[in-house]
């Protein structure tokens, strides 16, 4: 079982910028679209967990829904699923280990754990095992962190480091408990 994020952030940390924007994400050129890690992570898990803000996010890039996976979203004020969506997201709410443990008693062990409060919080109960981040070589200098407080620190060793698309640092790093 494994609770895995997968995420690009900024030089400075951020994963969206002062607006909430993700445009610098286009910054460095892909124009063959190579697969920078997602197909393998898409085939590894068994399902996601995101908040609504991130959901929300997926939902206003008007493409197709880029999951096979089952998608389930955090959320404490949601009440129904949106249209065209039902059998894809599922709501959730309670605890975080909670959650986790009735999701891998269903058989989801591999989750994807996707968006920053989401992330945030994951961390803050040391629910993270395993984290690739992908570094943008922009300074955004604000917007939204992908890191905030913790309640201890978190130690986590590298187990992977590549350079991606010549521009990009991919790191996969392992909880070390």
Do not use: H
């Amino acid at each position: 079982m494994a609770n895995i994020v997968f995420i690009a952030t900024s030089l400075d940390g951020y994963i969206a910028d002062r607006q909430g924007k993700l445009d610098w994400l286009y910054s460095i050129p892909n124009p063959n679209n190579i697969d920078t890690g997602f197909i393998a992570l898409m085939e590894k898990i068994d399902a996601l967990v995101m908040g609504r803000n991130t959901l929300d996010t997926i939902l206003s890039f008007n493409c197709d829904w880029p999951y096979t996976k089952p998608v389930f979203v955090l959320s404490n004020t949601m009440t129904t699923v949106p249209n065209g969506y039902s059998g894809k997201v599922f709501l959730v709410k309670g605890e975080l280990q909670n959650i986790i443990t009735e999701l891998n008693a269903k058989g989801f062990n591999e989750l994807y754990i996707d968006g920053g409060v989401t992330v945030q919080n994951f961390l803050n109960e040391d629910l993270i095992d395993q984290m690739i981040i992908t570094r943008f070589p922009i300074l955004l200098g604000g917007g939204t962190p992908l890191f905030g407080e913790l309640k201890q620190p978190l130690n986590f060793k590298v187990i992977k480091n590549e350079i991606l698309l010549e521009n990009l640092v991919q790191t996969t790093y392992l909880r070390d408990k």
